[in-house]
């Protein structure tokens, strides 16, 4: 193969889980979605190809990557039999969630003022005092939380724009690397992340959940 075999990326939300309360697990269904994800993707290797799977800096992302890098391991022995590499899941921070910042500390967006607090423990800051601050009453307050922060023209960190060119950024970065047979990038990130890219550069608006 020649130094500028194909590359394809793929952006994937991680599976479904319980609630946004923290970094929750993948429901039984969530894993489902994983795995059938996995199953489809076997169909589309191609002889030779080298598969990287990279997830984002949290539970559900991970388990999100593996379940897929199992399905495509054990399924029909397809990667075998076309001397397909499928290179273990490795974390990625360019994948993570916006960087938001409460009292000189990044938080993960979360859907709750405990949960948020739980994040903070040594400002002594209280779920009812976070409630107040302007940017997270506005966010909690919204029925479409991330469209809150998508739509947002000053959050207290990233904004929509500055994560869709992180993401851009980190994918066109990978062409970088000489590449003497075909590569693949699965990569496992979150709702505003994805929400966030193509409103930036495929579709123009958010397109919601």
């Known amino acids: 193969m020649s130094a500028d075999a194909p590359l394809r990326v793929h952006l994937v939300r991680h599976g479904k889980i319980e609630s946004h309360r923290g970094d929750m697990p ?3 269904e969530g894993l489902r979605q994983a795995e059938a994800f996995g199953q489809r993707l076997n169909e589309e290797l191609v002889i030779g190809e080298v598969v990287s ?20 391991r054990i399924t029909s022995g397809y ?8 290179l273990a899941p490795v974390e990625h921070c360019a994948l993570r969630n916006p960087d938001i910042y409460v009292a000189g500390s990044r938080i993960e967006l979360v ?3 405990e949960a948020v607090a739980e994040q903070l423990p040594e400002t002594g800051l209280s779920p009812q005092e976070l409630a107040r601050l302007p940017f997270l009453h506005g966010f909690w307050g919204d029925p479409d939380r991330i469209g809150y922060w998508v739509n947002h023209p000053n959050p207290p960190g990233e904004d929509a724009d500055t ?6 950024t980190f994918a066109v970065s990978l ?12 990569c496992v990130t ?19 959940e």
Do not use: M
């Open 79 to 86: 990667a075998d039999s076309r001397q397909t590499q499928l």
């Open 190 to 208: 979150h709702s505003p992340v994805l929400r966030a890219f193509l409103r930036r550069y495929l579709v123009g608006h958010d397109p919601g």
């Open 26 to 28: 993948l429901t039984d």
């Open 53 to 72: 799977f990279l997830y984002a800096p949290t539970r559900r992302a991970r388990e999100t990557t593996e379940t897929i890098y199992n399905a495509l």
């Open 175 to 186: 062409l970088d690397l000489p590449r003497r047979q075909p590569g693949r990038y699965i």
């Open 163 to 168: 994560v869709a060119r992180r993401l851009l």
């Open 111 to 113: 859907s709750t003022p």
